[in-house]
C-alpha cells in the first residue's frame, strides 16, 4: 500500500474513531484522533500534505459536530503548522519525552476550540474539553511506536524483495 493511501485510509480511521459512540464514563477520556494522526504525519511525513489534510479534516469535524464552521480546522492547521516549524526540535527527543513535548499544543488546541465556542456561546462540560489533553499525551507513544513498527516492517518487506 502506498504512502498516500496509509495517509488517507489513516485520515478516515481517525474521523470514524473520533464519532465513535462510547460510554460516558470513557467519553471524556477520548485522545483527539485527528490530532494525533495530523501531528503524526507532520512530524514523520513532512512531505504529506498535512496543513491542507488538517484544513479538511478539520471541516469535517466541524461539520459532524456541529460546530462553528472553521474551529477545529483553525486548532488543526495552527497545531500542524507549529509542529512542522518545529519538527527538527520533536525529532531529537525520546518518544515519552516528545509525548510531554507535544503536550502543550494538545492543549493549544483545546484552548482554541474552548475560546470559540466561549465567544459564540456554546457550552460543554469542561472534562470534555480537557481530559482529551491527557489521554492524547498519554497514547502519543503508543500511537506512534505502532505505526512507526508498520513503516519499519514495510521498510524491511520491501529492502528483501529487492535482494537478489
Not at 485527528?34 to 504529506?48: D, F, G, N, R, S
Not at 456541529?66 to 519538527?87: K, T, Y
Amino acid at each position: 500500500m502506498s504512502k498516500a493511501l496509509i495517509f488517507l485510509f489513516s485520515l478516515a480511521l481517525s474521523l470514524l474513531l473520533q464519532i465513535l459512540q462510547l460510554p460516558d464514563a470513557l467519553s471524556s477520556l477520548r485522545p483527539s484522533w485527528p490530532l494525533l494522526v495530523i501531528a503524526y504525519w507532520t512530524l514523520y511525513e513532512p512531505k504529506m500534505p498535512s496543513l491542507l489534510a488538517a484544513w479538511i479534516v478539520g471541516v469535517c469535524c466541524d461539520t459532524l459536530f456541529n460546530s462553528v464552521l472553521g474551529e477545529n480546522a483553525l486548532a488543526l492547521v495552527l497545531v500542524a503548522s507549529i509542529i512542522s516549524r518545529l519538527r527538527s526540535l520533536y525529532t531529537l527527543f525520546p518518544l515519552w519525552q516528545a509525548a510531554l513535548a507535544l503536550a502543550p499544543l494538545w492543549a493549544l488546541h483545546a484552548f482554541i476550540i474552548f475560546w470559540i465556542d466561549g465567544i459564540t456561546r456554546h457550552s460543554a462540560d469542561l472534562s470534555l474539553r480537557w481530559l482529551p489533553v491527557l489521554s492524547t499525551t498519554l497514547i502519543w507513544p503508543l500511537f506512534v511506536g505502532l505505526l512507526e513498527g508498520r513503516r519499519a516492517a514495510r521498510t524491511d518487506n520491501l529492502n528483501r524483495m529487492r535482494l537478489p
